[in-house]
């Protein structure tokens, strides 16, 4: 489950501001169940942003790059994902995207919770 948002505006893997906020309720009651066959399900929460969304969805993932990269197709973003830091409470991942429609990309930080 989605803990905090944040955005890392130079890349220096910092945040530099927390973007938790600008997401609704409905995308941050979302979790993701990663199964170590390499298959997981994806929960839509209390909450809905879709009504007519299925409630789970499954979903594939893998590693790649020697256990630094996360690729699938878990809808928690449309690239894989760098891993910064996996411990028993939390895993930290971030990709790049132009979030601020800026046409230059920014890095979002994600902390999800165990």
Avoid at 40 to 57: F, I, R, T, Y
Avoid at 93 to 104: H, R
Wanted: aromatic content about 8%; overall charge negative.
């Amino acid at each position: 489950k989605i803990k905090s948002i944040g955005i890392d505006l130079n890349k220096d893997g910092i945040s530099d501001g927390d973007a938790t906020a600008y997401f609704s309720a409905c995308q941050l009651d979302n979790s993701w169940l990663f199964k170590l066959n390499g298959t997981g399900v994806g929960d839509e929460g209390l909450s809905k942003c879709e009504p007519g969304d299925p409630q789970s969805a499954n979903f594939t993932w893998t590693f790649k790059n020697s256990e630094t990269i996360l690729s699938g197709t878990y809808d928690l973003a449309d690239k894989d994902l760098t891993i910064g830091s996996i411990t028993e409470v939390n895993m930290v991942v971030s990709y790049d995207d132009d979030f601020l429609g800026m046409g230059s990309t920014q890095r979002a930080i994600i902390t999800l919770q165990h």
